[in-house]
């Protein structure tokens, strides 16, 4: 390049340079026409410095102080390669330049280097200084503000600082995924390593309330002061603003709202108070090119996807130091393609949250990944349930088909939805893919939505009533139309049954409220809208009646589905079931026969918990059976009570229990996991077996919590036989006395079978008293109730009561603690069979006579403790001090309470009714 060419490209460079400062607010001036009190920021040209350290391409002033310098360089000319000229002239004022400057460690705190198509930047306050690209040189607003902020926070006067002394993060309301990807976000933040973080987390295991948490936390103590959140829909916007608007602060207790405003983008330029601005990213270009955008949902707004990636200019509304974050949620590949300058627009790091990243999107965020959470995982913590797939193929879905020249066939115009009939002049033959776009077959849609009618209470939800919430994915709005239609027809229900929810419907924001709560609406066909992130969580059946091509698409649609819930807010809209266990997602395209689907953990549905249980006794399991065990307890889980699940986290032991053993088994069975096993072991194949082992050992060593799980699945689970047809064998009379000795035989022989792990049988046999933990009797009475014999303590009583006539007392009040009574008459310790109650009423009688005979005397006052400790012991075999503090006893003070009436012997008399009672 010549002196001539170059002259002229740093010519061009600096035309540039004035544009760009001049755009952001600056007045640019040439020192011989130097007014420094023309603006609060100006930008002086070719100002001489102090001697040795030449002449500063431009010197930045703030109220006629200085503040930073640009060093300017022609296009195409590398910045970094220039840092040392702009930082020599950062640090070489003149003392006349000194008496108004502002300087950090001597020197200007804000250098530029600028060729008119690149800036950098250098924050001097940053703990770490160093140069960032910036689409544009800041306002002087921007760079005052920071400069305020330094002397009012000295020690952190940027977030880039603040960040590293940011308080441990409150994790009681988190789940431990969340907790990793908050802990991970502040940590890619406070390494700056990267300028972009990416947190994988699969779909319902609660991406935007980690999001809230950290955006909360990063405003309140980590120095930012405005967040961008990107949504993937604009009826998403409304979902993630209640999701803030309902967040609590850990520290005080109040609602984000309160402290930071939170706004949707809904004009040409966030409004000056939000401190979270929520939006989508075309939305966000519009408002970038200066153009307003609408309020309310625009569904060919939201979803426009440009040819070609798009590029972006300055606006001085919305300049790129708008905000510090940028969240974007599960947002469409494109975002990281085509939308990609409007993120880079911004000098902001960049959060995203994605359920499957593909390259694009690691690529974007530079490999980065903070966190990561499995759908198999989720499954495994009780966040998600798992899936089953079930499979609907047609002649016509598979092959298309030909409709013959001549055939009278009914047209419908797109626009107007006007029907006309019209006579085919040729043939006209589809395919596959143009079924539902070019032509629509009523009797493929009626067909699939037959057989899902019939299968649906025998193969795909068995011994079933009513129609789980479903929801069909239709190929366009056309397509949702007919099969809102032929779902009607095809369950012969009328319009509260089945709706379409999608942008162009009537009140979709109504129609989904009522899909989430109502138990009318049974049936949502949509397109788009509730594709993703919205929440549906009694979701049972997922139809997909359009093909994908996109495997993070999928997985977001196929999440709609995942979503847990509890037993009660299920059964208010799906009253014949139990408990949400897993949804079923029902293909009627081939979409799951795609490489991207991942199988679901159930891998063998036809192989049983009890066949799985045995082969894991055994340490037999395959891969493919160990994920399948791994969703069939973590089903089981979602059925148990909390008193069920307690029981079976007693019987796992100490070490363990029932989640840990799922979580356990889903980590064996993850590929990266076992390719880490295996890597470098001389047989790599023995690595994976061991795995397997160590995470089937819990159950495979443990025979009596294999029994106990199987006691309660047979509990919860009522299979419906439509298959067999029966026959009479005999109708006669049986007597009451033959009925009760098959009880009493059968539970005697139960007795002795169970011998060895009958806690309470153990402890009356081997000590001989009335004494039993009242826990061994709580157990003993639930796993009695699980046996085929379904026994209880009133059931076993009338037995005896039939056979042994006047051995045996009424009991018309059985309850637990009757199982001690029961025990010993079975094992002949005793010689009647005595209400438990009637027993310790006897000894309690004794005991206040065998007090009287000593001299003791009780108040009125006194007999009310001691007549409710004999009260106590009746339903809980014995008493302790812990016992005071609960009901009746609080009613008169509790422990200080007996104190305060029974005196210093409070203690002696409540060991002596415990020993004397239940001896």
Same mark, same amino acid.
């Given at each position: 390049?010549?002196?001539?060419?170059?002259?002229?490209?740093?010519?061009?460079?600096?035309?540039?340079?004035?544009?760009?400062?001049?755009?952001?607010?600056?007045?640019?001036?040439?020192?011989?026409?130097?007014?420094?009190?023309?603006?609060?920021?100006?930008?002086?040209?070719?100002?001489?410095?102090?001697?040795?350290?030449?002449?500063?391409?431009?010197?930045?002033?703030?109220?006629?102080?200085?503040?930073?310098?640009?060093?300017?360089?022609?296009?195409?000319?590398?910045?970094?390669?220039?840092?040392?000229?702009?930082?020599?002239?950062?640090?070489?004022?003149?003392?006349?330049?000194?008496?108004?400057?502002?300087?950090?460690?001597?020197?200007?705190?804000?250098?530029?280097?600028?060729?008119?198509?690149?800036?950098?930047?250098?924050?001097?306050?940053?703990?770490?200084?160093?140069?960032?690209?910036?689409?544009?040189?800041?306002?002087?607003?921007?760079?005052?503000?920071?400069?305020?902020?330094?002397?009012?926070?000295?020690?952190?006067?940027?977030?880039?600082?603040?960040?590293?002394?940011?308080?441990?993060?409150?994790?009681?309301?988190?789940?431990?995924?969340?907790?990793?990807?908050?802990?991970?976000?502040?940590?890619?933040?406070?390494?700056?390593?990267?300028?972009?973080?990416?947190?994988?987390?699969?779909?319902?295991?609660?991406?935007?309330?980690?999001?809230?948490?950290?955006?909360?936390?990063?405003?309140?103590?980590?120095?930012?002061?405005?967040?961008?959140?990107?949504?993937?829909?604009?009826?998403?916007?409304?979902?993630?603003?209640?999701?803030?608007?309902?967040?609590?602060?850990?520290?005080?207790?109040?609602?984000?709202?309160?402290?930071?405003?939170?706004?949707?983008?809904?004009?040409?330029?966030?409004?000056?108070?939000?401190?979270?601005?929520?939006?989508?990213?075309?939305?966000?270009?519009?408002?970038?090119?200066?153009?307003?955008?609408?309020?309310?949902?625009?569904?060919?707004?939201?979803?426009?996807?440009?040819?070609?990636?798009?590029?972006?200019?300055?606006?001085?509304?919305?300049?790129?130091?708008?905000?510090?974050?940028?969240?974007?949620?599960?947002?469409?590949?494109?975002?990281?393609?085509?939308?990609?300058?409007?993120?880079?627009?911004?000098?902001?790091?960049?959060?995203?949250?994605?359920?499957?990243?593909?390259?694009?999107?690691?690529?974007?965020?530079?490999?980065?990944?903070?966190?990561?959470?499995?759908?198999?995982?989720?499954?495994?913590?009780?966040?998600?349930?798992?899936?089953?797939?079930?499979?609907?193929?047609?002649?016509?879905?598979?092959?298309?088909?030909?409709?013959?020249?001549?055939?009278?066939?009914?047209?419908?115009?797109?626009?107007?939805?006007?029907?006309?009939?019209?006579?085919?002049?040729?043939?006209?033959?589809?395919?596959?893919?143009?079924?539902?776009?070019?032509?629509?077959?009523?009797?493929?849609?009626?067909?699939?939505?037959?057989?899902?009618?019939?299968?649906?209470?025998?193969?795909?939800?068995?011994?079933?009533?009513?129609?789980?919430?479903?929801?069909?994915?239709?190929?366009?709005?056309?397509?949702?139309?007919?099969?809102?239609?032929?779902?009607?027809?095809?369950?012969?229900?009328?319009?509260?049954?089945?709706?379409?929810?999608?942008?162009?419907?009537?009140?979709?924001?109504?129609?989904?409220?009522?899909?989430?709560?109502?138990?009318?609406?049974?049936?949502?066909?949509?397109?788009?809208?509730?594709?993703?992130?919205?929440?549906?969580?009694?979701?049972?059946?997922?139809?997909?009646?359009?093909?994908?091509?996109?495997?993070?698409?999928?997985?977001?649609?196929?999440?709609?589905?995942?979503?847990?819930?509890?037993?009660?807010?299920?059964?208010?809209?799906?009253?014949?079931?139990?408990?949400?266990?897993?949804?079923?997602?029902?293909?009627?395209?081939?979409?799951?026969?795609?490489?991207?689907?991942?199988?679901?953990?159930?891998?063998?549905?036809?192989?049983?918990?009890?066949?799985?249980?045995?082969?894991?006794?055994?340490?037999?399991?395959?891969? @493919? &059976?160990?994920? =399948?065990?791994?969703?069939?307890?973590? $089903? #089981?889980?979602?059925?148990?009570?909390?008193? *069920? %699940?307690?029981?079976?986290?007693?019987?796992?032991?100490?070490?363990?229990?029932?989640?840990?053993?799922?979580?356990?088994?889903?980590?064996?069975?993850?590929?990266?996991?076992?390719?880490?096993?295996?890597?470098?072991?001389?047989?790599?194949?023995?690595?994976?077996?061991?795995?397997?082992?160590?995470?089937?050992?819990?159950?495979?060593?443990?025979?009596?919590?294999?029994?106990?799980?199987?006691?309660?699945?047979?509990?919860?689970?009522?299979?419906?036989?439509?298959?067999?047809?029966?026959?009479?064998?005999?109708?006669?009379?049986?007597?009451?006395?033959?009925?009760?000795?098959?009880?009493?035989?059968?539970?005697?022989?139960?007795?002795?079978?169970?011998?060895?792990?009958?806690?309470?049988?153990?402890?009356? @046999? &081997?000590?001989? =008293?009335?004494?039993?933990?009242?826990? $061994? #009797?709580?157990?003993?009475?639930?796993?009695? *109730? %699980?046996?085929?014999?379904?026994?209880?303590?009133?059931?076993?009583?009338?037995?005896?009561?039939?056979?042994?006539?006047?051995?045996?007392?009424?009991?018309?009040?059985?309850?637990?603690?009757?199982?001690?009574?029961?025990?010993?008459?079975?094992?002949?310790?005793?010689?009647?069979?005595?209400?438990?109650?009637?027993?310790?009423?006897?000894?309690?009688?004794?005991?206040?006579?065998?007090?009287?005979?000593?001299?003791?005397?009780?108040?009125?006052?006194?007999?009310?403790?001691?007549?409710?400790?004999?009260?106590?012991?009746?339903?809980?075999?014995?008493?302790?001090?812990?016992?005071?503090?609960?009901?009746?006893?609080?009613?008169?003070?509790?422990?200080?309470?007996?104190?305060?009436?029974?005196?210093?012997?409070?203690?002696?008399?409540?060991?002596?009714?415990?020993?004397?009672?239940?001896?």
């Amino acid at each position: 390049m010549t002196d001539d060419e170059r002259l002229q490209a740093e010519q061009r460079a600096r035309r540039l340079i004035d544009e760009q400062l001049t755009r952001a607010g600056w007045v640019v001036q040439d020192l011989k026409d130097q007014a420094l009190g023309a603006a609060v920021g100006v930008a002086v040209r070719e100002v001489t410095m102090k001697s040795g350290h030449g002449r500063a391409d431009y010197l930045l002033y703030l109220n006629k102080g200085v503040v930073g310098v640009v060093e300017a360089k022609p296009m195409g000319k590398t910045l970094s390669g220039v840092e040392w000229q702009s930082s020599m002239y950062a640090q070489g004022l003149t003392d006349a330049q000194k008496l108004r400057a502002t300087m950090v460690d001597g020197k200007l705190p804000f250098v530029f280097e600028a060729s008119g198509s690149e800036t950098h930047f250098t924050n001097g306050y940053d703990p770490h200084p160093r140069a960032r690209a910036v689409f544009n040189f800041p306002k002087p607003e921007t760079l005052l503000s920071i400069i305020a902020d330094a002397r009012t926070n000295p020690d952190a006067p940027t977030w880039r600082g603040a960040l590293q002394t940011m308080p441990e993060l409150d994790e009681r309301a988190l789940r431990p995924a969340q907790i990793t990807a908050i802990t991970g976000i502040e940590r890619s933040l406070r390494e700056q390593r990267f300028d972009r973080s990416l947190v994988q987390m699969a779909t319902g295991a609660g991406k935007t309330y980690t999001a809230v948490t950290a955006s909360y936390r990063l405003l309140r103590f980590g120095g930012f002061k405005r967040v961008l959140f990107l949504v993937d829909r604009n009826n998403l916007a409304d979902q993630t603003a209640a999701e803030f608007a309902n967040f609590r602060t850990p520290d005080d207790g109040r609602r984000f709202t309160e402290l930071y405003p939170v706004d949707k983008l809904k004009s040409d330029a966030p409004a000056d108070s939000a401190s979270v601005v929520i939006s989508t990213i075309q939305r966000v270009f519009k408002t970038l090119r200066g153009e307003n955008v609408p309020a309310g949902d625009d569904a060919m707004l939201d979803s426009q996807i440009p040819d070609k990636p798009v590029t972006v200019t300055y606006n001085a509304a919305l300049p790129p130091e708008t905000f510090d974050l940028i969240i974007v949620d599960e947002a469409h590949r494109s975002i990281y393609g085509q939308w990609r300058a409007v993120l880079e627009y911004f000098d902001a790091h960049v959060i995203g949250l994605t359920a499957t990243p593909g390259k694009q999107t690691f690529a974007f965020f530079r490999q980065n990944l903070v966190s990561e959470y499995t759908y198999e995982e989720s499954v495994s913590d009780g966040v998600n349930v798992d899936f089953e797939i079930f499979r609907i193929e047609t002649e016509v879905t598979a092959e298309g088909s030909r409709i013959e020249a001549g055939t009278h066939v009914p047209l419908v115009d797109r626009r107007t939805r006007e029907k006309r009939m019209e006579t085919l002049d040729e043939d006209v033959v589809y395919t596959p893919t143009q079924l539902d776009r070019m032509v629509t077959s009523t009797s493929q849609i009626r067909l699939v939505l037959e057989t899902y009618r019939d299968k649906l209470f025998t193969h795909i939800f068995p011994g079933r009533s009513e129609v789980p919430k479903t929801l069909i994915f239709a190929k366009d709005d056309a397509h949702a139309e007919e099969i809102v239609r032929c779902v009607r027809e095809v369950f012969g229900r009328g319009n509260e049954f089945a709706a379409k929810i999608t942008y162009s419907a009537k009140d979709p924001k109504g129609h989904l409220k009522a899909f989430r709560t109502s138990s009318q609406l049974r049936v949502a066909v949509t397109v788009d809208m509730i594709a993703t992130g919205t929440d549906v969580k009694p979701l049972e059946c997922v139809i997909f009646m359009r093909d994908v091509s996109s495997g993070q698409y999928f997985e977001q649609m196929k999440g709609r589905g995942a979503r847990t819930i509890s037993k009660s807010d299920f059964q208010a809209v799906t009253p014949d079931a139990e408990a949400k266990t897993h949804f079923v997602l029902v293909d009627a395209v081939g979409v799951t026969e795609h490489e991207f689907v991942a199988p679901p953990l159930n891998r063998e549905p036809g192989v049983s918990l009890e066949k799985l249980l045995k082969k894991a006794a055994a340490y037999e399991l395959t891969e @493919d &059976e160990t994920a =399948t065990l791994a969703s069939r307890l973590a $089903a #089981l889980e979602r059925q148990v009570s909390d008193a *069920e %699940r307690a029981e079976l986290d007693d019987v796992a032991g100490p070490s363990s229990d029932l989640g840990s053993i799922v979580r356990g088994l889903v980590h064996a069975v993850n590929p990266d996991v076992q390719a880490a096993a295996s890597e470098g072991a001389p047989d790599p194949a023995a690595a994976v077996r061991d795995l397997l082992d160590e995470a089937v050992a819990p159950l495979a060593d443990n025979p009596v919590l294999r029994s106990r799980i199987m006691e309660l699945r047979r509990q919860h689970d009522r299979i419906i036989d439509e298959v067999t047809r029966d026959t009479i064998r005999r109708a006669e009379g049986v007597s009451r006395a033959d009925s009760a000795l098959e009880i009493v035989e059968s539970w005697k022989k139960y007795l002795e079978d169970n011998r060895d792990e009958i806690t309470a049988l153990q402890v009356l @046999d &081997e000590f001989k =008293t009335h004494r039993v933990p009242f826990k $061994a #009797l709580d157990d003993l009475a639930r796993q009695i *109730e %699980r046996t085929p014999e379904r026994w209880t303590t009133e059931k076993l009583w009338a037995a005896y009561e039939q056979l042994d006539g006047a051995k045996v007392r009424p009991n018309p009040h059985a309850r637990a603690t009757d199982l001690v009574s029961l025990l010993r008459y079975a094992l002949d310790l005793d010689d009647e069979l005595v209400p438990y109650e009637d027993v310790v009423q006897e000894r309690y009688e004794s005991w206040l006579a065998q007090q009287a005979q000593a001299g003791a005397t009780f108040s009125e006052t006194e007999r009310w403790w001691l007549d409710r400790m004999r009260d106590f012991v009746v339903t809980s075999a014995g008493i302790t001090v812990d016992a005071l503090d609960a009901e009746p006893f609080t009613q008169r003070g509790g422990v200080d309470g007996a104190l305060r009436d029974l005196g210093d012997n409070a203690g002696n008399l409540l060991e002596s009714l415990d020993k004397e009672l239940t001896a």
